[in-house]
């Protein structure tokens, strides 16, 4: 061993394992930086990333989340990464799925969480997880409505109790699956307001119930089947919502 070498600092030991375990003490931020960036061992340079700390140097952190060439040293950048517009743009770029979905994981805010959802170009596990962390109802609609994916709608209408957000989706939704879908829930979670029978499939919007073709029988007898009166408001009942999507 030279002299040189007996002062040198550890973390610019020639011996990686040696380098590995100086970095989680070093206080010097650029020589850390410089590790984190560029170091040939993707284990260094994952300690050295380690030992960063999100907000103070955001800057390499999120230059090794989305440019280090080994998916696990971005998978520990990713993991600090806590501003959810990079973390959005991060999902857009990263190769590796469950990169990706620690990603999602990581953003807190909703609306970013909606902007995914509704990202037809992102990966759809992505999305699909992004739905899983939203609760408010109408923004599920607004996604269900924007879809032609089937992990994602459904993941999106499995979470929708709210009857007018379902019917929403059912008269808007730009994709016949998500409709479809969405028909089928509502006709699931529909009791018949009158004689509480399960599986009401027709719905009064002016009064706000679901109510059974007996029921409306009862009342009205039935000239045509396109023609069902409410029999709480006698208003005519657009059973349109339900007709089959092979109908339209
Ligand atoms: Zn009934
Ligand atoms: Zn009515």
């Known amino acids: 061993m030279t002299k040189l070498n007996l002062f040198k600092a550890k973390w610019k030991s020639s011996n990686p394992q040696i380098r590995e375990e100086a970095v989680k003490s070093l206080k010097d931020i650029a020589a850390l930086a410089d590790i984190a960036e560029n170091d040939e061992y993707p284990f260094v340079r994952k300690a050295a990333i380690n030992s960063l700390i999100w907000p103070l140097h955001s800057d390499i952190i999120t230059k090794v989340a989305i440019n280090d060439d080994d998916a696990s040293v971005r998978k520990s950048a990713i993991e600090k990464v806590k501003d959810s517009v990079i973390l959005m743009y991060i999902i857009l770029k990263e190769p590796d799925e469950d990169n990706r979905l620690t990603a999602v994981e990581n953003i807190k805010s909703t609306e970013i969480l909606a902007r995914l959802g509704k990202n037809n170009t992102a990966c759809d596990y992505a999305r699909q997880l992004a739905v899983s962390k939203i609760q408010d109802e109408e923004i599920l609609g607004e996604i269900a409505n924007q879809t032609s994916s089937y992990i994602v709608y459904s993941k999106a ?59 409306i029988q009862e009342k009205h007898s039935l000239k045509f089947q396109s023609e069902l009166y409410c029999p709480e408001c006698n208003k005519l009942i657009d059973n349109k919502l339900y007709r089959n999507y092979f109908e339209e």
């Open 157 to 215: 209408i499995d979470k929708i109790k709210q009857k007018s957000v379902l019917i929403h989706i059912i008269e808007n939704s730009v994709s016949y699956g998500a409709r479809n879908y969405a028909r089928n829930v509502l006709i699931n979670i529909s009791t018949c307001h009158k004689c509480k029978s399960s599986c009401a499939i027709y719905y009064c919007k002016s009064c706000n119930i679901s109510i059974c073709k007996k029921c």
